[in-house]
């Protein structure tokens, strides 16, 4: 089982939908996550971390599952500029920084 | 100063050259890192420095020769490259390492390396 797992997509989504994606971690011990942006031949970007009890910026909302080991994202009334590859991103106790492979959204106009 | 600044942008070298990627940051960052990026891939750790010490080397090839020569600055020399050794080179730094909050990083733009 890969460390990080997530669904590559792509996701086409209407604008103005909400679209969801989950990642999973195989690492029980895995101490920190977050949610990475990465637009095409740039470099990843934080979108935001992921806390214990869940966690909100504007029309994104980040979760933290614990017991089955995965985080998701949630993007509300999404925008042409939402597309890009988002990655996930764990923190193992070993001070390793795992990045998923990402999952590409295309939000079409 | 809130950047990761990478130096080349671009750099096309033969198999035979010589040649190093600089990276430089000013937030008090005490952790930088190398990851390897291919097309369409995530980015791959290749080394950690902590305190300006080594602290993680993912079992790189050597002709990848890491070097930290202050706590600002992180250098990747490069040595009778391969053509598969082609990607996005990315720094990153992050206040510190472990689960103090610290570990977020911030990455520069990256170079674009070509061997031939």
């Known amino acids: 089982r890969k460390e990080v797992e997530q669904d590559p997509g792509p996701f086409n989504v209407p604008e103005g939908a909400t679209v969801a994606f989950n990642c999973t971690y195989s690492?029980?011990?895995?101490?920190?996550f977050f949610w990475y942006r990465q637009d095409c031949r740039k470099e990843p970007k934080l979108l935001m971390s992921?806390?214990?009890s869940g966690n909100e910026d504007g029309r994104f909302t980040a979760q933290l599952n614990r017991a089955s080991q995965y985080i998701s994202l949630l993007i509300r009334d999404s925008k042409l500029s939402d597309s890009a590859t988002y990655l996930c991103v764990v923190l193992n106790r070993d001070d390793k920084i795992i990045f998923g492979k990402g999952t590409r959204l295309h939000i079409l106009p | 100063d809130t950047e990761v600044t990478q130096t080349p942008k671009h750099l096309v070298m033969g198999m035979t050259n010589k040649k190093s990627l600089k990276c430089e940051q000013h937030?008090?960052?005490?952790?930088m890192y190398w990851y390897k990026q291919k097309a369409k891939k995530p980015p791959e750790l290749m080394f950690v420095y902590s305190y300006e010490k080594l602290s993680i080397n993912e079992s790189v090839p050597s002709r990848f020769s890491p070097e930290c020569p202050n706590s600002s600055l992180l250098n990747l020399h490069l040595h009778a490259l391969q053509p598969e050794d082609s990607a996005l080179y990315l720094c990153?730094?992050?206040?510190?390492?472990?689960?103090?909050?610290?570990?977020?990083?911030?990455f520069g733009a990256g170079s674009r390396l070509t061997v031939l």
């Open positions: 937030m008090g960052h005490r952790a």
């Open positions: 992921v806390y214990s």
């Open positions: 690492n029980s011990a895995s101490q920190s």
């Open positions: 990153a730094s992050s206040l510190g390492t472990g689960n103090s909050g610290a570990n977020v990083l911030t």
